[in-house]
């Protein structure tokens, strides 16, 4: 009974006290040694990631990501990958960045100084301007530099550096290119009125021409008929039409080969009664600019003309291309032509390959007091296409074989080509 007694409730409590101070103990024991141990560790870490004068280096998101590794994610807080870390700009950025700006400053400036009133410099006593000596030569408006015509691999003539651009209804190029986008009745418009003013660079001059034979692609060589269109219309084929009566009919001036071009017609003698036909309304004539080495046919008259095509060409070598208004001389076109150098007098007959003008002729005569003398000049093929784009015929404006049959096919006797 005693060894019992001993044993029960009295020891209880005193064991259990005990237990409970010994487990405290050893709790706050391993808690210091864990706070130590972080301590400790981080303290290794900013030794560690000090540079050499002591300054701690700061880690990158990138850098503590991967510290962290794939098994550390689920333990990084939301807040450190919630929000995205903008990278930094690249030097290619920069440079976009510092050409798109240097370009609407000089924008900025080139309209500025388009609006500016022009200042007059000082005169000397003698009424020289100060700034240039009393013996230098003249010099040109604009610097100049070597300018290709676009097809001899030479660049293309830029815009003298502060000119500003052309106006273009209200605007530059790049408006009438943007229309073309979105309306090609409109744009076809205002990209003509622009090229045929002669009032564009040559640059900005290659780009209208390029936009207006995609517009041609759309609008004009394409069976196609569309309504808002004001130089084309429609006609249904009657009993006994022809496309050569159909043409003389409406008095249209081109030739009924154009209407077959037009809507994609590979026998014309197979068209039927009931058939829709999309005709152009012209007047035509045709521009050729000397200094692009183009020509452009155009549709309409006056202020209302339109480009329906431009073509590259060759002309006269040692600027042997006489300028002005010419038209195509009554009964001067032909079709693979027998030809007599004049130089030479070398003859070549119809259908010899070696002939130097091709298969098509249209005669020219001057028009103006100037040139209304001047014979024996035309526009004509050739079978050296190299040629084109330089200086090599006798006076002569010559195309590519295809080129020169849409023109034959759109100017009709009479039908007017300037010369620029």
């Known amino acids: ?3 019992a007694s001993q044993s029960s409730r009295p020891d209880r409590p ?25 301590f400790g560790g981080s303290w290794w870490l900013m030794r560690s990631d000090s540079g050499a004068d002591g300054a701690l280096a700061p880690k990158t998101s990138g850098t503590v990501l991967a510290a962290a590794g794939t098994s550390g994610l689920a333990a990084i807080p939301p807040e450190l990958t919630a929000t995205p870390i903008a990278p930094q700009p690249t030097v290619l950025d920069n440079a976009l960045a510092d050409a798109a700006n240097a370009a609407r400053a000089e924008s ?24 240039v000596p009393a013996n230098a030569p003249a010099s040109p408006t604009s610097p100049t530099s070597p300018v290709g015509n676009g097809f001899d691999g030479k660049p293309l003539e830029a815009r003298p550096q502060g000119a500003a651009p052309q106006p273009l209804n209200g605007g530059g190029i790049a408006d009438g290119l943007a229309l073309a986008a979105t309306d090609p009745v409109k744009g076809r418009r205002a990209l003509s009125e622009a090229l045929l003013s002669g009032a564009l660079s040559q640059m900005e001059s290659k780009q209208a021409s390029d936009a207006l034979n995609k517009i041609a692609a759309q609008l004009v060589f394409t069976p196609v008929y569309n309504a808002s269109d004001p130089y084309f219309f429609q006609y249904t084929v009657q009993a006994g039409d022809s496309l050569e009566k159909i043409v003389r009919r409406h008095k249209i001036g081109c030739d009924w080969r154009l209407v077959a071009r037009i809507n994609n017609i590979k026998r014309p003698e197979a068209i039927r009664v009931g058939q829709r036909l999309k005709l152009p309304k012209g007047p035509f004539s045709a521009v050729v600019t000397k200094r692009d080495y183009r020509v452009d046919l155009v549709m309409g008259a006056g202020s209302d003309r339109v480009v329906m095509a431009s ?8 600027n042997g291309t006489p ?8 009964g001067s076109k032909l ?30 005569e001057g028009i103006e007091t100037a040139n209304a003398s001047l014979a024996g000049y035309g526009i004509h093929g050739t079978i050296e296409p190299e040629s084109v784009g330089r200086d090599m015929s006798l006076g002569c404006v010559r195309l590519i074989a295809d080129d020169v049959a849409i023109v034959w096919e759109t100017l009709g006797d009479g039908c007017e080509v300037e010369i620029r």
């Not at 409970?20 to 050893?26: E, I, P, Q, Y």
């Not at 073509?311 to 040692?318: D, V």
């Not at 300028?323 to 009554?330: A, Q």
């Open 1 to 3: 009974m005693a060894l």
């Open 14 to 38: 005193f064991r259990s006290t005990r237990s409970g101070r010994s487990l405290v103990g050893a709790r706050g024991l391993v808690a210091l040694c864990a706070a130590g141990a972080a």
């Open 108 to 131: 900025q400036l080139s309209r500025a100084e388009a609006q500016a009133p022009p200042v007059a410099e000082p005169a000397s006593p003698q009424g020289v301007p100060a700034s």
């Open 311 to 318: 073509i590259p060409c060759g002309l006269g070598s040692a």
């Open 323 to 330: 300028t002005g208004r010419f038209r195509v001389r009554p």
């Open 335 to 364: 079709l693979n032509p027998e030809w007599t150098h004049p130089v030479t007098g070398q003859h070549f007959k119809s259908d010899d390959p070696m002939n130097p003008i091709g298969e098509h002729w249209l005669g020219l």
